[in-house]
């Protein structure tokens, strides 16, 4: 009987080797519009408050506030971007818009709803020449005070903040233009088998399509990478070597689909020379048990090398549950792994009893579960062939099912690994 | 006293008046890689059956099932690819290689694992004359027979689906790479405002940097928009004109984020024609009250048109709530509405009497909640001043505060609209 050379390592231990090897890309510079989705690799300090002078929060009348109500000349206007040059002396208003710096003397904001206009006078206007006040207010009212917002030195975000919309606007604020990030890893796909066409080619006898190729590239833009397309490796060691040695010099992660059989394992040795390295070959889970790992330092920087397995489900899960975490980890993202929640089992599961299953799974929220104060469901998607995609089909989740004997029931609590948007 | 001419809608009335206006888009195809993350727009069916051939599932030999264990003689070899040109007849095997299609006369696979070589000749090597079969199969074993992934004709996706990596394998396995889905929406946003500066230009005096144009911007892309940059418009007439006028020719989308005032509005009403219609002007929340929702035909088909808040955080809010379900149901999601859970309260929080409150909070999963059944814990971003940006720094969720007397105490349970990533 042949054997395979490696050992079969639970995915805990596996997933540690990966992450063992894995280290945080280079941070780079990139201007506020490309850093979106990208991690922060250093913290951000505001140079100035906000707002950077007291400012009217209200279109109105900036006043002494002690003077209280009562018909007072307005002494002039300022609105949003200008500065008054005058002064707003007790017994005196002055007319101002919302943003608007407050004038010297000035001490407090009316809206306009709370004045009148004198004569009749539209009230808006900066013509008036008398206004009517109709309420007391107090120092500082409708008045944004300088740093109220943000304060000067104030650290507005953290490293290791993912860059969201918010955070993006704060980096603004802080005139933070070419942010420091980590950028996203390069990430080569290379499908092999001579069995495969291009999707958009028609089909010979014998060949079918290569639907990994695409469907781990949408997984790489998802997961945050940057794809470099190798296309389809012949069975021909010229070939293939090429385009591995492109994807090792361009990529930060090299992904192999189509199996990787003894035969290419002793290519990628060979290609790997004296820096590559082999790290396991086999994991005990189901689906995806063929799954290798090596890496190689080329061009000073150490490469990871995935061998995916080539049936499309195993290409899929294994892509999830280590190319990942590693993916993350280089884009500096703090905690790399799979976001893992508690879900109800919407259906019995039978068991593996050889070897623990990620079950495609359907999770959405259920409002009615744990007495109302809601929880996740989990809807198998089907029959678990590992040839068949349709069981990835609107799977949202992987149910980290225990090796054993016998069947879950329905309503049992599983953990599940978040793959796909948590609602549908 | 001068008083806003329009009332003050509740948040459901002004979501359903939104959503009364916005239809989906015209579909379009698309090649496959930029479908990713898009709405499937009309069912796909397989045209062919996955695998088109019986194929073997292992590296080994094909074999006829009844034959039975004993020395055969290789008669041949086919391999991934190739379709064998010879017949495997009772009594002889050939050798086979994973996906390759199962030669005529042979009914099973035996996986070269359960071979042993005769003259210890190398196993896996197409030069053997002869091989010991060890173990009995049954007809069919290791061979993928026709359609069993996919049958011909089979639905493999439905209309209204996202497709996300599993489906965009199951469009290239089907051969569809033009694919019928509803385009990103067109976003055009103009900031408005004489006392902004671009966040990479010096501020002068009285002047303060244009945030939110950079945070909306990043808010589109995240919700799947296409951003037009209408850049900073001066509060001057015949250029706020042309810059709206550009948003409402090219987009779907128009948003202006400055505070729309009453001069603004008339501006607007004027470039909106006799087909425009300004729907609500106010809206019974916090944070957020002035928002503005009109549509106007142009070139034949509704635009709709949001005069945002100025203070970004009821800018940021307001997108969320209102924005985000008319950009999905344009980009033809089934349901456009955004995901609401329940969370636990991590602290207690003052209420609004006055206003329904939309509370920045970050949520997390946590799995000692619900007796170890795991559920979502809400922790406030802090000060709620609208403002404040810092308060939707790390903000994932939006919780819904009733509008009343009081103070909600920890732990109570919340409803949260989802509006960032549930995990951190």
Redesign the interface.
């Known amino acids: 009987?042949?054997?395979s050379p490696f050992p079969m390592l639970p995915v805990s231990q596996a997933l540690e080797i990966v992450l063992q090897h894995t280290s945080p890309g280079m941070p780079v510079h990139l201007p506020?519009?490309e850093a979106?989705?990208l991690i922060l690799a250093d913290d951000v300090v505001a140079n100035?408050p906000?707002?950077?002078?007291p400012a009217s929060v209200k279109?109105g009348y900036a006043v002494v506030a002690d003077d209280g109500p009562g018909t007072y000349p307005v002494v002039g206007s300022v609105?949003?971007?200008?500065?008054a040059e005058f002064e707003v002396k007790p017994g005196t208003v002055a007319y101002i818009?919302?943003?608007?710096?407050i004038p010297s003397g000035a001490d407090a904001v009316i809206m306009?709803?709370?004045t009148?206009p004198v004569d009749n006078q539209p009230?808006?206007q900066q013509s008036v020449q008398q206004v009517e006040i109709?309420t007391q207010v107090q120092t500082g009212s409708d008045i944004?005070p300088i740093g109220?917002?943000?304060q000067r030195g104030e650290q507005?975000?953290a490293a290791d903040?993912?860059?969201?919309?918010?955070?993006?606007?704060?980096?603004?604020?802080a005139?933070?233009?070419q942010v420091p990030v980590f950028g996203k890893p390069k990430v080569a796909i290379l499908s092999t088998?001579?069995?495969?066409v291009e999707?958009?080619q028609p089909?010979g006898?014998?060949?079918?399509?290569?639907?990994?190729?695409?469907?781990?590239?949408?997984?790489i833009?998802?997961a945050g990478g940057q794809v470099i397309d190798l296309g389809i490796g012949q069975?021909e060691r010229a070939d293939l070597e090429r385009r591995i040695r492109r994807g090792l010099d361009e990529a930060d992660i090299l992904i192999t689909s189509g199996?990787v059989?003894?035969?290419d394992l002793d290519l990628l040795k060979g290609l790997l020379d004296e820096t590559g390295q082999i790290h396991f070959g086999r994991i005990r889970m189901k689906p995806g048990k063929p799954l290798t790992f090596a890496t190689a330092q080329v061009g000073g920087r150490k490469r990871l090398i995935f061998g995916l397995p080539?049936n499309?489900v195993s290409s899929?899960v294994t892509f999830y549950l280590f190319v990942v975490p590693a993916l993350r980890k280089m884009a500096g993202w703090p905690?790399p792994l799979l976001?893992?929640?508690?879900a109800?089992l919407g259906q019995p599961l039978p068991l593996d009893a050889f070897r623990p299953e990620y079950h495609r799974s359907t999770v959405t929220?259920d409002?009615a579960l744990?007495n109302?104060?809601?929880?996740?469901l989990a809807i198998s998607t089907g029959s678990q062939?590992s040839?068949?995609?349709?069981s990835?089909?609107?799977?949202n989740a992987l149910l980290e099912l225990p090796q054993q004997e016998g069947v879950l029931p329905a309503g049992s609590?599983v953990t599940a690994l978040?793959i796909?948007?948590?609602?549908?």
Chains 1, 2 share one sequence.
């Not at 976001?339 to 508690?342: E, G, H, L, P, T």
């Not at 990835?392 to 799977?395: G, S, V, W």
């Open positions: 009987m042949t054997e506020l519009r979106s989705g100035e906000l707002p950077p002078f279109d609105t949003a971007g200008q500065v818009t919302t943003g608007a710096p306009v709803e709370e009148q009230a808006s109709l944004r109220i917002d943000v507005i975000l903040q993912r860059l969201y919309a918010a955070e993006i606007g704060l980096l603004a604020t005139g933070v233009t088998g001579d069995e495969l999707p958009d089909m006898p014998g060949q079918i399509r290569d639907s990994n190729r695409s469907m781990l590239m949408a997984a833009g998802e069975d199996g059989s003894m035969g080539g499309p899929l905690n976001n893992r929640i508690q109800h929220w409002a744990n109302g104060r809601g929880g996740y062939a040839s068949r995609l349709l990835m089909r609107t799977a609590i978040q796909g948007d948590l609602f549908t």
